[in-house]
Nanobody, 124 residues
Framework: QVQMVESGGGLVQAAGPLRLSCTVS????????MGWFRQAPGNDSEGAAC????????YYSDSVKGRFTISRDNANNTLYLQMKNLKPEDTALYYC?????????????????WGQGTQVTVSS
């Protein structure tokens, strides 16, 4: 059984940093495409960042490129999202997800397993 648990969300001031973690069990990070999605109230889910099973490819949406960094610790089966220079528009529920499709971009339907989400709120 695959379980994915996010942590690290919270309230942060604009321009501040925050690091999200996703602890995974039942699945190896180096055998999956791992991604971070986010969803703000009233909006569709947006794929923010993902990393390929090989670890040699990453993707970032235009809205987070240059500010967010996705990484993983295979030994501890943990996925990270380092966020800096946060903006109020980054406020959302952030989900980690695992899948087995790699493309230039992120689609919800490509990801088979999901965490419950962690809330990030950026104050102006």
């Amino acid at each position: 059984q695959v379980q994915m648990v996010e942590s690290g969300g919270g309230l942060v001031q604009a321009a501040g940093p925050l690091r999200l973690s996703c602890t995974v069990s039942g699945l190896r990070l180096d055998e999956s495409a791992m991604g971070w999605f986010r969803q703000a109230p009233g909006n569709d889910s947006e794929g923010a960042a993902c990393i390929k099973w090989s670890g040699d490819s990453t993707y970032y949406s235009d809205s987070v490129k240059g500010r967010f960094t996705i990484s993983r610790d295979n030994a501890n089966n943990t996925l990270y999202l380092q966020m800096k220079n946060l903006k109020p528009e980054d406020t959302a529920l952030y989900y980690c997800a695992a899948g087995f499709v790699w493309r230039n971009g992120m689609r919800v339907e490509d990801y088979a397993y999901w965490g419950q989400g962690t809330q990030v709120t950026v104050s102006s």
